[in-house]
């Protein structure tokens, strides 16, 4: 079943267009990766996707309803939830209260308890820092307290912006393996990412794009055996 679907969506900041004219599906219960180089345009897609910015032209559809001019908290309450490029966590809360936040929207008080355990199952180091200021945590627990956030909110749909940006590279692997396993549990996926090995890797499709537009796609096996996507993105040549 598709669970969100884009149609020939473009997105302009002024005069610049920066995506055109793109369309693709995400199916339920599937990782879907978007990679391309620097201002390729994945960014401002995922920031249409959760309403931050709002489409020139096009539809989006999520769960066969139109939600292209749907107010962006609205769509955290429909079940899209986004972890932002730069993790954008409250530096200032603690633990428990970034994740609070995350959980604004809900008022089933046995539900968000049953997600304060999910959460904390998937990132012990989560609920040994509960107290803990978020702004004095290292890069990696930021980013873990980022996604956390982003599943207090209970998404049918999770949103992840470059989740691997800055982080030394044992937090890198364990970052993409909490990943699965949050889509194992039954949360859809679209994934942002320039280490495009693990992004692909994990990926059941994914999408390539180039200067806004879309220019390649199959399953992430497929691109990942693609000689031209490992030349440009994976660093063989």
Same mark, same amino acid.
């Given at each position: 079943?598709?669970?969100?679907?884009?149609?020939? &969506?473009?997105?302009?900041?002024?005069?610049?267009?920066?995506?055109?004219?793109?369309?693709?599906?995400?199916?339920?219960?599937?990782?879907?990766?978007?990679? /391309?180089?620097?201002?390729?345009?994945?960014?401002?897609?995922?920031?249409?996707?959760?309403?931050?910015?709002?489409?020139?032209?096009?539809?989006?559809?999520?769960?066969?309803?139109?939600?292209?001019?749907?107010?962006?908290?609205?769509?955290?309450?429909?079940?899209?939830?986004?972890?932002?490029?730069?993790?954008?966590?409250?530096? /200032?809360?603690?633990?428990?209260?970034?994740?609070?936040?995350?959980?604004?929207?809900?008022?089933?008080?046995?539900?968000?308890?049953?997600?304060?355990?999910?959460?904390?199952?998937?990132?012990? !180091?989560?609920?040994?820092?509960?107290?803990?200021?978020?702004?004095?945590?290292?890069?990696?627990?930021?980013?873990?307290?980022?996604? /956390? !956030?982003?599943?207090?909110?209970?998404?049918?749909?999770?949103?992840?912006?470059?989740?691997?940006?800055?982080?030394?590279?044992?937090?890198?692997?364990?970052?993409?393996?909490?990943?699965?396993?949050?889509?194992?549990? /039954?949360?859809?996926?679209?994934?942002?990412?320039?280490?495009?090995?693990?992004?692909?890797? !994990?990926?059941?499709?994914?999408?390539?794009?180039?200067?806004?537009?879309?220019?390649?796609?199959?399953?992430?096996?497929?691109?990942?055996?693609?000689?031209?996507?490992?030349?440009?993105?994976?660093? &063989?040549?």
């Amino acid at each position: 079943m598709t669970l969100l679907e884009l149609k020939n &969506v473009s997105v302009s900041y002024g005069r610049i267009e920066a995506i055109h004219d793109m369309s693709f599906s995400v199916a339920e219960g599937e990782i879907v990766s978007l990679i /391309g180089a620097n201002g390729a345009g994945k960014s401002t897609t995922m920031k249409t996707i959760s309403g931050i910015l709002n489409p020139s032209h096009g539809t989006i559809h999520f769960d066969g309803q139109d939600i292209t001019k749907m107010k962006a908290h609205i769509r955290v309450v429909r079940g899209i939830s986004q972890a932002p490029e730069g993790r954008g966590i409250f530096p /200032g809360m603690t633990v428990m209260e970034n994740l609070d936040m995350g959980a604004f929207g809900r008022k089933d008080r046995s539900g968000m308890a049953a997600d304060f355990e999910r959460v904390f199952g998937l990132f012990p !180091r989560l609920a040994e820092r509960k107290t803990q200021v978020g702004g004095t945590m290292s890069g990696g627990e930021q980013q873990m307290l980022a996604i /956390g !956030r982003a599943l207090m909110s209970s998404p049918r749909l999770l949103l992840l912006d470059e989740p691997s940006m800055g982080l030394a590279p044992q937090f890198i692997k364990q970052i993409f393996t909490i990943i699965s396993e949050i889509n194992q549990q /039954g949360t859809t996926v679209l994934l942002v990412e320039q280490n495009a090995n693990q992004a692909l890797a !994990r990926a059941n499709r994914a999408f390539v794009l180039e200067t806004g537009s879309i220019t390649r796609s199959g399953t992430g096996r497929e691109l990942l055996a693609d000689p031209a996507i490992k030349e440009a993105y994976l660093g &063989v040549g």
